[in-house]
């Protein structure tokens, strides 16, 4: 699978379990150095599919990445994106994130939100380089959580 060629497809049921094994494979080093598994090591997928948009990224049936949005009140969470560590750095995650932005666009927002823990600075660095600014530092669920926001408007 080339990183520029891959399919986004939307999540059904019977994904549920292979999403949940790609999100633990792709977290679990953070552990020790969050001292807890983060948020997404502890959703049932079974309920994430059923409540929210959940797409996966597939190679010969394997889920290799797996992305969950949520619509709120205040706007559209990018809330979790997952690749599988033997396909991480080949582009995946900005792939599904650029993905996100452009659901979000789609379903007509014009700024996309996110959140992670204070001790991700990968993903930091990375949001930061995609066009995030922070926004608010919170504490919540036992996790220092990071706030991000991105305006989706374009300058013409």
């Known amino acids: 699978m080339r990183e520029n060629r891959c399919s986004i497809i939307q ?8 999403m949940k094994e790609c999100v633990i494979a792709a977290y679990s080093h953070y552990i020790p150095r969050t001292g807890l598994p983060p948020g997404p090591m502890l959703n049932d997928y079974s309920k994430v599919i059923n409540a929210h948009q959940a797409f996966v990224i597939k190679q010969n049936e394997r889920i290799i990445g797996i992305l969950v949005l949520m619509l709120f009140r205040k706007g559209f969470l990018l809330d979790n994106v997952a690749i599988h560590p033997e396909f991480q750095g080949k582009g995946l995650g900005k792939v599904l994130i650029e993905f996100a932005e452009e659901e979000a666009k789609k379903q007509g927002y014009s700024e996309i939100y996110l959140y992670t823990h204070e001790l991700m600075t990968e993903n930091l660095n990375l949001y930061k380089y995609l066009g995030y600014i922070e926004t608010k530092r919170r504490f919540e669920n036992g996790r220092p959580r990071v706030y ?4 989706l408007k374009t300058n013409l």
């Open 11 to 18: 999540a059904v049921p019977g994904d549920a379990q292979r």
């Open 148 to 151: 991000m926001c991105k305006s």
